[in-house]
T-cell receptor, first 113, second 112 residues
Framework: GENVEQHPSTLSVQEGDSAVIKCTYS??????FPWYKQELGKGPQLIID?????GEKKDQRIAVTLNKTAKHFSLHITETQPEDSAVYFC????????????FGRGTQLTVWP | EAQVTQNPRYLITVTGKKLTVTCSQN?????MSWYRQDPGLGLRQIYY???????DKGDVPEGYKVSRKEKRNFPLILESPSPNQTSLYFC???????????FGDGTRLSIL
C-alpha cells in the first residue's frame, strides 16, 4: 500500500508569519493529494487539493506544491492568523485503488497572536 | 444544508455488546467511507463504498462490518466490540474518485 509521512507533528508560529507542512509518499502511482484541516471537535475539512499533472496550486493564503520526482508535497500558509490554528492532515490516493485514501499523522499548528 | 450526519456522537458501552453507528449524507454522493482517528496515528480507513451494494476493505477492517443498501446510508457495525476499538470515528462521503470528501463531526466510542 501507500505510506504517507508528515512533518512536523507540531508547529508554532507567530501571527503573520508563514507556516510550512511537508509530506512524503511512497507509491509513485499516487496522483491525488488533498489537504484537510481539523478544528477541535469537528471533522476534517478539505482546504486544498492538487493532482499530479500540476506542480503548484494556490488559493488566497494557502498554497500546495508537488514534487513528483522526489515524491513529496507541501502546504504553505502565508500571513497566518489565530483562526488557522488546527490539526492539518495530508493524504494521497491513486487511481488504481479506487476509494483508498491514505492520511499522514497530522500536524498541530498553533498561531500565537 | 449539505451534510454528513453521524449518530450517536458519543457512546460508552461494554465489551461484546453489538453496536451500530449510523451515517447519512444528503448530497447524493456515490462514495462513502469510514475512518478511525487515534492519537499519533492520524486517520485510518476502515471500509469504503463506491456505490450501493459495493463495499471494500481499507487499512483496518478487522472487527468491523458495513453495509450499503441505500445510497445515502452507510452504517458501521461492531458485532463484538473490544477495548482496542475505543476511538474517534468519522464517516465521509464524496462524489467519487479524486473528489473532495465531506466528513461528519465524528462519533467517540469508548468500549470498557
Amino acid at each position: 500500500g501507500e505510506n504517507v509521512e508528515q512533518h512536523p507533528s507540531t508547529l508554532s508560529v507567530q501571527e503573520g508569519d508563514s507556516a510550512v507542512i511537508k509530506c512524503t509518499y511512497s507509491d509513485s502511482a499516487s496522483n491525488y493529494f488533498p489537504w484537510y484541516k481539523q478544528e477541535l471537535g469537528k471533522g476534517p475539512q478539505l482546504i486544498i487539493d492538487i493532482r499530479s499533472n500540476v506542480g503548484e496550486k494556490k488559493d488566497q493564503r494557502i498554497a500546495v506544491t508537488l514534487n513528483k520526482t522526489a515524491k513529496h508535497f507541501s502546504l504553505h500558509i502565508t500571513e497566518t492568523q489565530p483562526e488557522d490554528s488546527a490539526v492539518y492532515f495530508c493524504a494521497a490516493s491513486k487511481g488504481s485503488t479506487l476509494g483508498r485514501l491514505y492520511f499522514g499523522r497530522g500536524t498541530q499548528l498553533t498561531v500565537w497572536p | 444544508e449539505a451534510q454528513v450526519t453521524q449518530n450517536p456522537r458519543y457512546l460508552i458501552t461494554v465489551t461484546g455488546k453489538k453496536l451500530t453507528v449510523t451515517c447519512s449524507q444528503n448530497m447524493n454522493h456515490e462514495y462513502m467511507s469510514w475512518y478511525r482517528q487515534d492519537p499519533g496515528l492520524g486517520l485510518r480507513q476502515i471500509y469504503y463504498s463506491m456505490n450501493v451494494e459495493a463495499t471494500d476493505k481499507g487499512d483496518v477492517p478487522e472487527g468491523y462490518k458495513v453495509s450499503r443498501k441505500e445510497k445515502r446510508n452507510f452504517p458501521l457495525i461492531l458485532e463484538s466490540p473490544s477495548p482496542n476499538q475505543t476511538s474517534l470515528y468519522f464517516c465521509a462521503s464524496g462524489q467519487g474518485r479524486h473528489q473532495p470528501q465531506h466528513f461528519g463531526d465524528g462519533t467517540r466510542l469508548s468500549i470498557l
